[in-house]
C-alpha cells in the first residue's frame, strides 16, 4: 500500500502557488483524501443563482465521494502498480495517465490504467480525470511546434506537463464558444468568442465565455484551446492556448442544475455517483501570466495541434466509450431476463446487436493500439480515431433506443425504497411487480438503473453527451475520407478496373469481327 500523502492545502493550494508551477511540495497521486482537501481552494462555483462550496454542497457530494473511491485506486494493493509509476523527477508515485509513452510496453500500461479508471466507474464519466490528463501529454509531445513560434512557449508546456504530472492534478477543458449568435462574425460580435483584451510583459488579460467545461467544478485546472469548428479565426486576439487554476481570481464557473438532489426514496444509482456536472466559464478580464501561455496568436499552427494533443484523450474515451457499452448491455442482458423475453426472437435480435457494437468497439481499440505510430515529439501514439469517434456517435442513440425496447413499460413504474419497505404494499409488490427467478427488490432497481441510462434527464444528458463530445459527427465522417490513406490506392484500383475492362472488350469486339 502507498502511504497516504500529506493534506494538499500544506502544499499550498492557492491560485498563486498553482500558477507558480512550484515542484517542491509535489507528492504524487492523490487519495481521496487529499483530493477532496485540494478542491478547498477559494474557487468561485455559482449554483442555482448562489456562491457555493463544492466540497460542501450536497448538490457536489456524490461525484466527490465517487471521485475520491477512484483516485484511492491508486493506493490499493489490488491496482497501485497498474495505475501508477515511479516519478523519474521526484521519486514519487505517479498517475501513469501522466505518462507520455516512448515503447509498446510504456503504452500497453497506459491503456491498463485507462481501463481500471473506465472499469470502476462503468464508463459513466466522459470526463474523468484520465482523459484531460492525456490532452496534457499531447501538449507535451507537441511542445516543439510551440516552440517555433516562440522558444517559452515549448518550455511552458514541458513544465505545466512535469506540474501536472507530479501535482496528479485533475484537469477540465474549455473549448467550444458560447451560443451568443453563431451567424455573427467576430467584427460584429466580439463577445461571440473568448478573446485577448490586453497585453502585457507579464502576460495577457483574458475576456469572455467557454462551454462547456464537464467536471470542472470538481477539477484543480481548465486547459484552454479551440475545437476544429472554432480554431481559425479571423483575427490573432481570439488564438490562444492556456491554462489556469480553477481559483484564478475573476474566473467564474456557473453549474447546469444538478442531477444528484431528489426528494423522495427512488433509486438514482448513477446519477447519485455519476453526474460529473457541466460549467460556463466566464472571463471577466482573467490574468494569463506568460508562464501559462502555451500559444499565441497563430490558427494553424492550432489547427494543426489540436489532433496532435488530442492523440492519446480521443483513444482513452473511446476505452471509456466501450466500458459504456458494457454497461448498457449487462443492464439489458438482465432486465431481458427478469421479465422472461430473453429467448423472444425479436429481443434476442437486439440483444445480438448491442453485443455487435460492444465488440466492434472493442476490436476497434485493439486496432487502433495495433497501430502505434511515432509522433515528431518522441513518443507512441495510437491509431487515429475518426472512423470510431464518428462510428460511437452515430451509435449512441441506437443503443439507448434497444435498452427501451427490451425494458418496454418496466422503465416507467417501479416502486421506491419506501414502497418496498411498506408492510401493505409489500405483499402486493412481491406478488404482482416481482420477475422471472427475481425478487421485487432487484427487478426494481434493476429497472430503475436502465430508467436512469435511457429515459430520465441523467440519461438523456449523457446522450446528448456521446453526440457531441467527440464533435460534429459530419465534420468527423468528411474529415474521415478526405484523410483517408488508402482513398487513392483505391481509387486507382478501380481506374484500372475499368481500363482492363475497356481493354477486354476491345479485344471482344476485334476478335468479333475478324471471326
Given at each position: 500500500?502507498?502511504?497516504?500523502?500529506?493534506d494538499?492545502?500544506?502544499?499550498?493550494?492557492t491560485a498563486?502557488?498553482?500558477?507558480?508551477?512550484?515542484?517542491?511540495?509535489?507528492a504524487?497521486?492523490?487519495s481521496s483524501?487529499?483530493?477532496?482537501?485540494s478542491?478547498?481552494?477559494?474557487?468561485e462555483?455559482?449554483?442555482?443563482g448562489?456562491?457555493?462550496?463544492?466540497?460542501?454542497?450536497?448538490?457536489?457530494?456524490?461525484?466527490?465521494r465517487?471521485?475520491?473511491r477512484?483516485?484511492?485506486?491508486?493506493?490499493?494493493?489490488?491496482?497501485?502498480?497498474?495505475?501508477?509509476?515511479?516519478s523519474?523527477?521526484?521519486?514519487h508515485?505517479v498517475?501513469?495517465?501522466?505518462?507520455?509513452?516512448t515503447?509498446?510496453?510504456?503504452?500497453?500500461?497506459?491503456?491498463?490504467?485507462?481501463?481500471?479508471?473506465?472499469?470502476?466507474?462503468?464508463?459513466?464519466?466522459?470526463?474523468?480525470?484520465?482523459?484531460?490528463?492525456?490532452?496534457?501529454?499531447?501538449?507535451?509531445?507537441?511542445?516543439?511546434?510551440?516552440?517555433?513560434?516562440?522558444?517559452?512557449?515549448?518550455?511552458?508546456?514541458?513544465?505545466?506537463?512535469?506540474?501536472?504530472?507530479?501535482?496528479?492534478?485533475?484537469l477540465?477543458?474549455?473549448?467550444?464558444d458560447?451560443?451568443?449568435?453563431?451567424?455573427?462574425?467576430?467584427?460584429?460580435y466580439?463577445?461571440?468568442?473568448?478573446?485577448?483584451?490586453?497585453?502585457?510583459?507579464?502576460?495577457?488579460?483574458?475576456r469572455g465565455?467557454?462551454?462547456?467545461?464537464?467536471?470542472?467544478?470538481?477539477?484543480?485546472?481548465?486547459?484552454v484551446?479551440m475545437?476544429?469548428?472554432f480554431f481559425?479565426?479571423?483575427?490573432?486576439?481570439?488564438?490562444?492556448?492556456f491554462?489556469?487554476?480553477?481559483?484564478t481570481?475573476?474566473?467564474?464557473?456557473?453549474c447546469?442544475?444538478?442531477q444528484?438532489?431528489?426528494?423522495?426514496?427512488?433509486?438514482?444509482?448513477?446519477?447519485?455517483?455519476?453526474?460529473?456536472?457541466?460549467a460556463?466559464?466566464?472571463f471577466?478580464?482573467?490574468?494569463?501570466?506568460n508562464?501559462?501561455?502555451?500559444?499565441?496568436?497563430?490558427?494553424?499552427?492550432?489547427?494543426?495541434?489540436?489532433?496532435?494533443?488530442?492523440?492519446?484523450?480521443?483513444?482513452?474515451?473511446?476505452?471509456r466509450?466501450?466500458?459504456?457499452?458494457?454497461?448498457?448491455?449487462?443492464?439489458?442482458s438482465?432486465?431481458?431476463?427478469?421479465?422472461g423475453?430473453?429467448?423472444?426472437?425479436e429481443?434476442?435480435?437486439?440483444?445480438?446487436?448491442?453485443?455487435?457494437?460492444v465488440?466492434?468497439?472493442?476490436?476497434?481499440?485493439?486496432?487502433?493500439?495495433?497501430?502505434?505510430?511515432?509522433?515528431?515529439?518522441g513518443h507512441?501514439?495510437?491509431?487515429v480515431?475518426?472512423?470510431?469517434?464518428?462510428?460511437?456517435?452515430?451509435i449512441?442513440?441506437?443503443?439507448t433506443?434497444?435498452?427501451?425496447?427490451?425494458c418496454?413499460?418496466?422503465?416507467?413504474?417501479?416502486?421506491?425504497?419506501?414502497?418496498l419497505?411498506?408492510p401493505?404494499?409489500?405483499?402486493?409488490?412481491?406478488r404482482?411487480?416481482?420477475?422471472?427467478?427475481?425478487?421485487?427488490?432487484?427487478?426494481?432497481?434493476?429497472?430503475?438503473?436502465?430508467?436512469e441510462?435511457?429515459?430520465?434527464r441523467?440519461?438523456?444528458?449523457q446522450?446528448?453527451?456521446?453526440?457531441?463530445?467527440r464533435?460534429?459527427i459530419?465534420?468527423?465522417?468528411?474529415?474521415?475520407?478526405e484523410r483517408?490513406?488508402?482513398r487513392?490506392?483505391?481509387?486507382?484500383?478501380?481506374?484500372?478496373?475499368?481500363?482492363g475492362?475497356?481493354?477486354?472488350?476491345q479485344?471482344g469486339?476485334?476478335?468479333?469481327?475478324?471471326?
Amino acid at each position: 500500500m502507498i502511504n497516504h500523502l500529506p493534506d494538499y492545502r500544506a502544499r499550498g493550494a492557492t491560485a498563486e502557488y498553482q500558477q507558480s508551477l512550484q515542484m517542491h511540495q509535489a507528492a504524487g497521486v492523490h487519495s481521496s483524501a487529499s483530493f477532496a482537501a485540494s478542491l478547498d481552494d477559494g474557487r468561485e462555483v455559482w449554483y442555482d443563482g448562489r456562491r457555493v462550496d463544492v466540497c460542501r454542497h450536497p448538490a457536489f457530494a456524490g461525484v466527490l465521494r465517487e471521485l475520491g473511491r477512484l483516485y484511492d485506486l491508486q493506493h490499493s494493493d489490488a491496482h497501485h502498480k497498474d495505475m501508477t509509476w515511479t516519478s523519474p523527477l521526484t521519486g514519487h508515485p505517479v498517475s501513469l495517465s501522466y505518462l507520455a509513452p516512448t515503447t509498446p510496453a510504456e503504452f500497453a500500461a497506459k491503456t491498463r490504467n485507462s481501463h481500471l479508471w473506465m472499469a470502476h466507474s462503468h464508463g459513466q464519466l466522459p470526463r474523468i480525470p484520465d482523459f484531460v490528463a492525456n490532452v496534457i501529454v499531447g501538449l507535451y509531445d507537441y511542445r516543439h511546434e510551440l516552440g517555433k513560434l516562440d522558444p517559452q512557449f515549448a518550455r511552458n508546456a514541458e513544465n505545466y506537463y512535469l506540474y501536472c504530472r507530479e501535482h496528479d492534478i485533475a484537469l477540465t477543458h474549455a473549448i467550444g464558444d458560447p451560443q451568443i449568435n453563431r451567424s455573427a462574425s467576430l467584427a460584429d460580435y466580439p463577445d461571440n468568442a473568448l478573446r485577448i483584451v490586453e497585453r502585457r510583459a507579464d502576460g495577457v488579460v483574458v475576456r469572455g465565455a467557454k462551454q462547456l467545461a464537464t467536471l470542472a467544478p470538481y477539477c484543480h485546472e481548465v486547459m484552454v484551446y479551440m475545437s476544429p469548428a472554432f480554431f481559425m479565426r479571423s483575427a490573432p486576439e481570439y488564438v490562444i492556448w492556456f491554462a489556469l487554476p480553477i481559483a484564478t481570481p475573476n474566473l467564474r464557473l456557473m453549474c447546469r442544475e444538478s442531477q444528484t438532489e431528489h426528494g423522495n426514496s427512488f433509486r438514482h444509482d448513477l446519477s447519485s455517483r455519476y453526474d460529473e456536472q457541466d460549467a460556463m466559464l466566464f472571463f471577466d478580464d482573467v490574468f494569463v501570466p506568460n508562464n501559462r501561455i502555451f500559444l499565441l496568436d497563430d490558427c494553424q499552427t492550432a489547427a494543426a495541434g489540436f489532433a496532435r494533443i488530442s492523440a492519446w484523450a480521443l483513444y482513452v474515451g473511446q476505452i471509456r466509450f466501450l466500458h459504456r457499452l458494457r454497461t448498457f448491455l449487462g443492464v439489458a442482458s438482465l432486465a431481458s431476463k427478469a421479465i422472461g423475453v430473453k429467448d423472444f426472437r425479436e429481443i434476442g435480435d437486439q440483444l445480438g446487436e448491442l453485443t455487435s457494437y460492444v465488440e466492434l468497439t472493442r476490436l476497434a481499440i485493439v486496432g487502433l493500439q495495433n497501430e502505434l505510430r511515432p509522433t515528431d515529439g518522441g513518443h507512441l501514439a495510437p491509431g487515429v480515431t475518426l472512423a470510431l469517434d464518428a462510428f460511437a456517435a452515430q451509435i449512441s442513440a441506437r443503443v439507448t433506443q434497444i435498452v427501451r425496447v427490451v425494458c418496454g413499460s418496466g422503465l416507467v413504474m417501479q416502486p421506491s425504497e419506501a414502497d418496498l419497505a411498506n408492510p401493505v404494499l409489500r405483499p402486493l409488490l412481491e406478488r404482482y411487480m416481482g420477475g422471472k427467478d427475481v425478487g421485487v427488490d432487484f427487478k426494481s432497481r434493476l429497472f430503475r438503473l436502465a430508467s436512469e441510462l435511457v429515459s430520465d434527464r441523467y440519461g438523456l444528458r449523457q446522450e446528448l453527451y456521446e453526440l457531441w463530445n467527440r464533435g460534429d459527427i459530419v465534420r468527423n465522417r468528411i474529415a474521415l475520407y478526405e484523410r483517408y490513406p488508402e482513398r487513392e490506392a483505391i481509387e486507382a484500383n478501380i481506374v484500372d478496373l475499368l481500363d482492363g475492362a475497356s481493354a477486354a472488350l476491345q479485344v471482344g469486339h476485334l476478335n468479333r469481327e475478324t471471326a
